[in-house]
Nanobody, 124 residues
Framework: VQLQASGGGLVQPGGSLRLSCAAS????????VAWFRQAPGKEREGVSS????????YYADFVKGRFTISRDNAKNTVYLQMNSLKPEDTAVYYC??????????????????WGQGTQVTVSS
């Protein structure tokens, strides 16, 4: 599957953005999708994931209550709604997909398919 992330930008603290991950094919029966992020000088970290059946949704503690992941299979797109953004949310955000099982907390090596990343900058 080919993935393309979009929706990043510059936003003030407390603001919102919605990221989109468009895929060549993401069907409910096959693909779990995750969002990761990587800030300058830091390792890539897992942010959120949604299982192929939507039965399992995960959020890292640092985004719980602020971010919401969802999927629209008719549009082959997964979204990450980000509210109450903080400067520490500044990073390049990547979406990734897998047809296999994956660990929680999220691990980069569990996801073989990656999008190109979209920059999110939270600054006043």
């Amino acid at each position: 599957v080919q993935l393309q992330a979009s929706g990043g930008g510059l936003v003030q603290p407390g603001g919102s953005l919605r990221l989109s991950c468009a895929a060549s094919r993401i069907t409910r029966d096959y693909y779990a999708v995750a969002w990761f992020r990587q800030a300058p000088g830091k390792e890539r970290e897992g942010v959120s994931s949604i299982s192929s059946s939507d039965a399992s949704i995960y959020y890292a503690d640092f985004v719980k209550g602020r971010f919401t992941i969802s999927r629209d299979n008719a549009k082959n797109t997964v979204y990450l709604q980000m509210n109450s953004l903080k400067p520490e949310d500044t990073a390049v955000y990547y979406c990734a997909a897998t047809v296999s099982s994956y660990s929680i907390p999220l691990k980069v090596f569990d996801f073989p398919s990656w999008g190109q990343g979209t920059q999110v900058t939270v600054s006043s």
